[in-house]
């Protein structure tokens, strides 16, 4: 018997900051999402060694594409990141939001965010 082939859903994929791996983002309408995976995750930690982001494996934010303003951040799926709070984290959103500057993202960021 032979097995059929799922179809796999469409969604953007480009090289993130840092020389980081896929970023993977939704166009939401007035919001976009930026999701990095465990490999995103892991390579960023590689780059801040005591950044407190130890059991972080995956991490989607939402942001305004008015404005850029931060909506809403879940940490492995579950939600809160309050555990996870510091500067590592700051920056790791920061980087997902220029995530979204580059091109061929499907979701577009306010350009003037990210630096060049």
Same mark, same amino acid.
């Given at each position: 018997?032979?097995?059929?082939?799922?179809?796999?859903?469409?969604? !953007?994929?480009?090289? +993130?900051? $840092?020389?980081?791996? /896929?970023?993977?983002?939704?166009? &939401? #309408?007035?919001?976009?999402?930026?999701?990095?995976?465990?490999?995103?995750?892991?390579?960023?930690?590689?780059?801040?060694?005591? !950044?407190?982001?130890? +059991?972080? $494996?995956?991490?989607? /934010?939402?942001?305004?594409?008015? &404005? #850029?303003?931060?909506?809403?951040?879940?940490?492995?799926?579950?939600?809160?990141?309050?555990?996870?709070?510091?500067?590592?984290?700051?920056?790791?959103?920061?980087?997902?939001?220029?995530? /979204?500057?580059?091109?061929?993202?499907?979701?577009?960021?306010?350009?003037?965010?990210?630096?060049?």
């Amino acid at each position: 018997m032979a097995k059929k082939k799922k179809k796999k859903k469409k969604q !953007s994929k480009t090289r +993130g900051p $840092r020389g980081l791996g /896929a970023v993977r983002t939704f166009d &939401n #309408g007035a919001f976009y999402t930026v999701s990095f995976g465990e490999d995103e995750v892991r390579d960023f930690r590689s780059s801040w060694p005591a !950044s407190g982001l130890g +059991g972080l $494996r995956s991490i989607a /934010a939402q942001f305004d594409r008015r &404005n #850029g303003d931060l909506v809403d951040l879940q940490c492995n799926g579950r939600g809160s990141c309050e555990r996870f709070d510091g500067y590592a984290l700051t920056a790791l959103v920061d980087d997902m939001q220029c995530a /979204a500057t580059r091109p061929g993202a499907k979701a577009r960021a306010p350009k003037d965010h990210c630096r060049r």
